[in-house]
């Protein structure tokens, strides 16, 4: 393994209050990725009000005097960071929340402390970065060759479906793998569902979101439902839809583009929308599904792994390829009775629950205690 040159601790981290850190009966480092276009409730945040840990690394996009270029560019930079925390103060575990971002050289920095992994990538993603390691470019596709065992160093790993628990099986052990689903705050978006005073608009389809999306397919629907259906009215929810997308949308007048609201507008698209449309290209977790859930919108999707969710009709799937079946799938929830509406809403909502955060957390530290 190469030796790199000691890094500066100091403004690459975050430190809790001492009364958090006092609070936590596993200590534990953090190493992720705050980006700009997550938001306030983004997961990767979110969890870590749940499982308090020590000390956080790793970009963050959101205070920019934190982190030097290098590290921006080399994000598995701030590995070394935490090895140098961690030799320095008493760690049980430490946290890898971007597994295909960061986790490069931790296993052999720190032989002796168990490391954990999440891996949030779909599936082919995931493949690419078990095989090349080159999802964050070629330097870190070169640090996999230095380190192609680092995963069966890991004391475990945490996916969020069973086809990236595939994968990874590849290498590392299998009962080192756990599925852990996106979390989702239900406390607060259940408030918003049980407060909410008018009805959801028959013909309003949602899409919120852009990671992975499917545009050229998304397009294909609105351009069809001009003529199939004129009276159905998209809105799309996207910070970051690509230029050449968004060049198309004033061809559709059926589509309304949003590319800023604020956290209260979007909840109330949830709760007026009959539907939520999600195309993807592949997927794992999702905050636009679990939201849209929890304020008990449906969604039609082609890409979902929670089979019950089917027969309850909060999700229906549709063929990759086939416009007329996703159209077809959006039709059942614009043609529902507001009362049959009302009981699917209610469904929705219930469901989200499973993955409540706090849930979602104690699954997370249970896993830390099994590693010690």
């Not at 168990?114 to 493949?127: E, K, N, R, S």
């Not at 239900?186 to 005073?197: C, G, M, P």
Request: proline content about 5%; overall charge positive.
């Amino acid at each position: 393994m190469p030796r790199l040159a000691p890094l500066r601790l100091g403004k690459h981290r975050w430190i809790p209050s001492p009364e958090t850190m006092t609070a936590n009966k596993i200590r534990s480092v953090a190493l992720r990725t705050a980006y700009n276009h997550h938001a306030a409730n983004a997961g990767y945040k979110t969890i870590l009000l749940h499982t308090h840990p020590q000390a956080i690394f790793g970009v963050d996009e959101c205070n920019p005097a934190m982190m030097t270029g290098l590290r921006r560019k080399y994000m598995w930079l701030a590995e070394f960071d935490v090895a140098q925390y961690v030799r320095k103060h008493a760690i049980d575990v430490v946290h890898v929340l971007y597994g295909e971002e960061y986790y490069r050289f931790l296993g052999r920095l720190l032989p002796n402390t168990p490391i954990v992994a999440t891996f949030h990538q779909p599936a082919d993603m995931l493949y690419n970065e078990v095989t090349q390691g080159n999802l964050m470019g070629r330097v870190a596709g070169l640090a996999h060759k230095v380190n192609k065992d680092r995963f069966s160093r890991l004391s475990a790993a945490i996916v969020m479906t069973a086809a990236q628990k595939e994968v990874l099986k590849t290498v590392m052990a299998a009962d080192k793998i756990h599925i852990v689903p996106l979390g989702v705050d239900v406390a607060h978006l259940s408030a918003k569902f049980t407060a909410r005073n008018a009805a959801r608009s028959p013909f309003l389809v949602l899409s919120v979101g852009n990671w992975q999306r499917d545009w050229g397919f998304y397009f294909k629907v609105v351009g069809y439902c001009q003529m199939a259906h004129p009276e159905w009215r998209f809105v799309l929810v996207n910070k970051r839809l690509p230029e050449a997308y968004r060049a198309q949308v004033p061809q559709f007048p059926n589509l309304t583009f949003r590319d800023n609201v604020s956290d209260n507008e979007l909840y109330e698209l949830y709760l007026r929308a009959s539907v939520q449309f999600m195309p993807f290209l592949s997927a794992a977790g999702n905050n636009s599904f679990n939201e849209s859930l929890a304020l008990g919108c449906p969604v039609v999707t082609n890409i979902a792994e929670d089979a019950h969710l089917y027969r309850d009709k909060v999700v229906t799937l549709y063929p990759t390829s086939s416009v007329e079946a996703a159209v077809e799938a959006c039709l059942y929830y614009t043609q529902l009775l507001g009362s049959e509406r009302e009981t699917l809403a209610i469904a929705a909502n219930a469901h989200s629950r499973e993955k409540d955060w706090p849930v979602v957390a104690q699954r997370t530290l249970e896993i830390y205690q099994s590693v010690l």
